[in-house]
């Protein structure tokens, strides 16, 4: 079977503000023939709107959005990992089909990346899966980007933990998981349901952040037990408002070492 040849670009592109975009990914969006965006339904419009305004700041104009229908996903199967994989092939079979019918031979796509391709994205894990494909031939680009981690710290204004202290990056459903050695100072991501209102102790340090880098932008920062309970009221006000909520917190325990 013939191959169908194609460069693809996964840029990173930040946490959601225009100007946190970096050159080389500003670079990397001419000579697109389209970017390819999953379309997750009109409650994430801002989702795709916020990527959109990315692209009339830098891309050429007349760049090309193609739209793909995101295969729905059960939140909370009783098989976490099996729920995923099969959710990714949903994903790989959708994007294929676009490849194959609207990106040319030797033509150019590409993906934007909230934050860094490599933290908490499941975009690379569908290329490997492309790749893989018999009558594609992918030639994958990567571009790296602002992470929400390094945004939420700048916009706290603070390190992401003490002298010499470890950083543990996790997410909401793992967080009870934590070593107790690296509990010291904890980024955690994609935390649906606040675990830390069970996991953390009164004492412990938080600082949240929400839209981090947007206009949007909701910061919060104290003792959980004086906090905690406002981030939970602020998340939900937040997540009704605008219709889906990206939030971030570093969650440090008072013991750690000075």
Do not use: C
Request: net charge negative; hydrophobic share 45%; aromatic share 6%.
């Amino acid at each position: 079977m013939p191959s169908h040849r194609i460069a693809l670009r996964v840029i990173g592109i930040g946490p959601g503000g225009v100007k946190q975009v970096t050159i080389q990914a500003i670079e990397a969006l001419a000579g697109v023939d389209a970017f390819l965006m999953l379309d997750k339904g009109t409650a994430k419009q801002s989702l795709l709107d916020a990527r959109t305004a990315i692209l009339d700041a830098y891309a050429p104009a007349g760049y090309r959005v193609v739209e793909i229908s995101d295969p729905p996903r059960d939140r909370r199967p009783d098989d976490y990992d099996a729920e995923v994989r099969r959710w990714h092939r949903a994903r790989v079979d959708a994007i294929a089909t676009v490849l194959r019918s609207d990106i040319p031979d030797g033509g150019v796509a590409a993906f934007l990346v909230w934050g860094d391709p490599a933290l908490y994205d499941s975009t690379l894990r569908i290329v490997e899966q492309l790749a893989a494909l018999d009558d594609l031939t992918l030639d994958v680009e990567v571009i790296p980007g602002v992470t929400s981690a390094s945004a939420l710290t700048a916009a706290h204004g603070i390190v992401a933990h003490r002298i010499g202290e470890p950083i543990h990056v996790t997410t909401g459903r793992r967080l009870s998981e934590t070593p107790k050695e690296v509990a010291g100072n904890q980024i955690v991501m994609l935390d649906g349901d606040l675990a830390f209102l069970r996991t953390a102790d009164a004492d412990d340090e938080i600082w949240w952040g929400a839209y981090v880098g947007t206009d949007d932008e909701i910061l919060i920062s104290g003792r959980v037990g004086d906090v905690g309970e406002q981030i939970r009221a602020v998340r939900e006000e937040a997540r009704k408002r605008i219709g889906w909520i990206m939030d971030i917190y570093l969650l440090r325990k008072k013991n750690s070492s000075p």
